[in-house]
Structure formats: C-alpha cells, structure tokens
C-alpha cells in the first residue's frame, strides 16, 4: 500500500502504524457518509435553504448512529424480517395481471395514509 503524506521518511514502525490507521479510520467514514446517503437517500431530499439541508442532514446521521448503535438485535431482525416479508408478497402473492398490482399498490398506500393519521 502506497500512502501519500507530508510527513518525512519515517523510521519506526510504531509511527507508519498510527499514519495507516489515521488512513482506514477516514476511509471508515467516507464509506459510512457513503452508505447514509445511499440507504436513507439523502440527497434525493429538497430543502429551501442550505441551513435546512445542514439540519436534515444531523437528524439522518443520529437516526443512523441510532439505528446502529442503540437497537437490540432483536428490532434489527424484526425490521428485516418485515422488508423481507414485504418484498416476497410483492414477487409471489401479487398476481402478474396489471390490475390486481394497482389494487394492491392502493391499498398499501390507503393503509399508509391511515397510519399517518394515527401518527
């Protein structure tokens, strides 16, 4: 692994290592910034004004940090096994004629509606 830096020849091994964990700790982050912004789509979101954008943005990371560092296992594999369940009713339970997927799509989005409303 080839490493740029500023700082001069290092002799020891001690130093190199703390220079290549400086390097996969920011790597750690870049690729956690990454996965944030591609699971809760976070640049898919309009806001007015860039302060707004700033606030959206430190209320994804600590739902985030949240959901990784707070959740049971339990919740973790409940959620999961809901998406799971979700997404195999819409590949076997849902017939292929176009009509039955919108009655289908309608009624999620009429059950959706409701919770919203009990929310």
């Known amino acids: 692994m080839m490493l740029l830096t500023t700082l001069n020849a290092v002799r020891t091994r001690k130093v190199l290592w703390e220079v290549v964990q400086g390097y996969i700790t920011r790597w ?3 690729d956690t910034i990454r996965f944030i912004k591609q699971a809760y789509r976070l640049e898919h979101m309009r806001l007015l004004d860039y302060q ?3 606030n959206m ?5 600590a739902v ?3 959901a990784a560092a707070w959740l049971g296992k339990k919740v973790k594999l409940d959620a999961l096994a809901k998406h799971v369940a979700k997404v195999s009713r819409k590949m076997f339970e ?5 009509y039955y997927a919108i009655a289908d799509g309608l009624r999620t989005r009429k059950a959706l509606r409701g919770l919203g409303s009990v929310l």
């Open 57 to 61: 943005a430190s209320l994804v990371v």
């Open 28 to 30: 750690c982050v870049e």
């Open 94 to 98: 849902v017939p292929e004629f176009f």
């Open 64 to 66: 985030a940090y949240f």
């Open 52 to 54: 707004r954008l700033k």
